[in-house]
């Protein structure tokens, strides 16, 4: 019997996207071999690839100023490789700080040039409980790139309303979020996404590149870190990870099976206020700290009176079949990530588990 | 009905390691979840993670100097890496020229820092019929390290005796032969070998590290890019490409449950001697351009008299249940991949086509 998986990434993915890899595994459409037995550059492979590409373009109605990428080594390889192909010597780039991820992707970016802090929220304990206000910006007019995360998975905020960065190209990791609901692609130079959250397993990143700004990128760095060189081929350069980007495919078909991104944030809204709104109602014994503008839609974090209710809460919610809600290690407390393979009627029974558990221990 | 597979990468897989995958792809070991879905810091895709590594590390018989790492980008990153971590300003690296893919390292080291030719067996029509003589090397006693090629998947040619490089750490890429018959890791500072060949689907990429050499490393690269950083992290520095890895371990433990690497070997060898007996038998009509010396025991290529003949013995192998037998676009002519999940029944299969094809056709 499957859990109910609220898993912070690797996530759960969506039922059917994963009985259909099942029941192809050992034979891809009477082909006689598995997906991942046949060569990136035949033609079986080459329609799955192309396919993940036109639904993606499809599902967030993505430009043709735009490309999608599929991309190794998860966002923490972009973390490097955007300012290596956007950085060059002399010029400096701005970071807005929201987390763990943006400290990370600021810290990789000084190993390769001058990056510097134009907003940050950290509070003297280190966490983060908001994004920034515009107000609070302090923007470098000449900046090669703003670099943005849209969602914190650790902390549990999330940009609702996109910085006004002028015309300085805006690079975001959309980890955490990416599809999570419709978006103008054409305000960003670049997006990333490693694709566990929200599009399939772990080991395979997705961009989507403004094609002018990729092909601006450096060009005195190795061949396979230029963002130009996978554009060019339409990520065939060298071998993609075919069944991870199959496996992605499975999952952008589901999403337009069921209605397209427009449907995903409408039971993405409902599941995050059905939470939300169990929170809100019982302030006194469940505490959230992110302030109401900056919640995520995707990661609800939030903790009981004692360290000890919170490990109790994890314990019966498993026992109940609700598994991956224990808050990220140097947090503690409670996480429930909520992304779109979780389902409405999952987030009803944890509030139902919710509810109980206060009755119980209120 | 699965098909005979002789792709030169993506390639086969044992089917006990796909069934496994299959049996348990929608519940891994009862947890109510698939492998993917689980999380990489959970107890349940560590001891995959775990186990993977043990495996590797009892079949290669890999010493405690040394240490086993998944990482991503394949191995066209590794050409960019390689130098980035061990070739520092005012240091030279030794390249040996065996085919497109040594010569790709070598151009990606370039950029890196400086790198020379310390041997090469390229042809004046650029093809590579052998690897170099022992007696060919012009090995800089100073350099940062040596890299070789192990195995060339585009010109069907092998290492068969391993370059004596001195006291210079050695560094190969063993993508295409990794794992075909037991080794002395211990000559080697570093091996990588992309796992599309001999261990799983592409995507991950197995790297054995003196540990000693990797700790030295630069430091002034980005975070992800350093060995040290993931060594230090048992390959869990940032999220692994966890289905990937769990694959590999499928295939490792088939690989100890027939015998081990010593079995596999002798697996090969039958392959390798049956084929080019066949072509040696049939010298008049399939010309096999490798040197006896430097023939490769994982891609055998050949050519028939016209190139007519070699599509039509490309179509009839196809009707006959064989599949991925067409040579390397720019090379033409036919080019069998026999890594260790094809078997020696499959490799007789294709020898009595052939014998078959001679008659009809010769």
Redesign the interface.
């Known amino acids: ?3 109910i ?1 609220f ?7 969506p ?1 059917p996207a ?2 259909r ?2 029941d192809e ?3 891809f459409q009477g ?4 997906v ?6 035949g033609k079986e492979y080459e329609s799955v690839h192309n396919e993940a590409i036109s639904l993606l373009t499809e599902l967030l109605g993505i430009p043709d100023t735009h490309q999608v990428l599929f991309l ?6 972009q ?2 490789q955007v300012p ?1 192909n956007f950085l060059p010597p002399g010029a400096s780039a701005d970071y807005l700080m929201t987390g763990v991820w943006s400290e990370k992707a600021y ?2 970016a000084k ?2 040039g001058q990056a510097r802090i134009a907003a940050t929220t950290v509070l003297p304990d280190k966490r983060y409980v908001r994004v920034p206000r515009q107000d609070e910006l302090q923007l470098d007019p000449k900046a090669a790139y703003v670099h943005v995360t849209s969602n914190n998975t650790i902390y549990g905020t999330q940009w609702h309303r996109w910085p006004d960065v002028g015309n300085v190209p805006l690079v975001a990791d959309m980890s955490s979020d990416f599809m999570w609901k419709p978006m103008d692609v054409s305000r960003f130079a670049f997006i990333y996404a ?1 694709a ?1 959250k929200n599009l399939g ?4 990143l997705i961009a989507v590149a403004r094609k002018d700004f990729i092909a601006r990128g450096r060009k ?6 230029r963002y130009s060189t996978h554009a060019e081929n339409n990520s065939l ?8 980007i199959y ?1 992605c495919r499975n999952v952008l078909a589901w999403a337009k099976q069921v209605g397209g991104v427009a449907r995903l944030e409408q039971w993405n809204r409902e599941k995050g206020e059905l939470l939300y709104g169990a929170l809100d109602k019982h302030a006194g014994f469940y505490h959230a700290p992110v302030e109401r503008e900056s919640r995520s839609y995707m990661n609800v974090v939030f903790k009981l009176p004692t360290p000890e209710l919170d490990d109790t809460f994890v314990a019966e919610a498993k026992k109940a ?1 609700m ?2 809600l224990k808050g990220y ?1 140097t947090m503690g407390g409670i996480r429930a990530s909520i992304y779109n393979a979780v389902t409405v009627d999952n987030v009803r029974t944890l509030v139902s588990f919710m509810e109980e558990f206060v009755r119980k221990n209120g």
């Not at 190794?72 to 390889?77: P, R, Y």
């Not at 350069?237 to 991870?244: D, G, K, M, V």
């Open positions: 019997m499957r859990v998986n898993n912070a990434g690797p996530a759960g993915l039922l994963l009985e890899a099942r595994l050992l034979d082909s006689g071999m598995s991942m037995e046949h060569s990136h550059r190794t080594g998860g966002a923490s390889q973390f490097a290596m810290e990789e190993l390769v490693g566990q397993p772990s080991g395979v005195d760095i190795p061949k396979i870190f350069y060298n071998t993609p990870p075919t069944l991870a496996l079949g598994v991956g290690r």
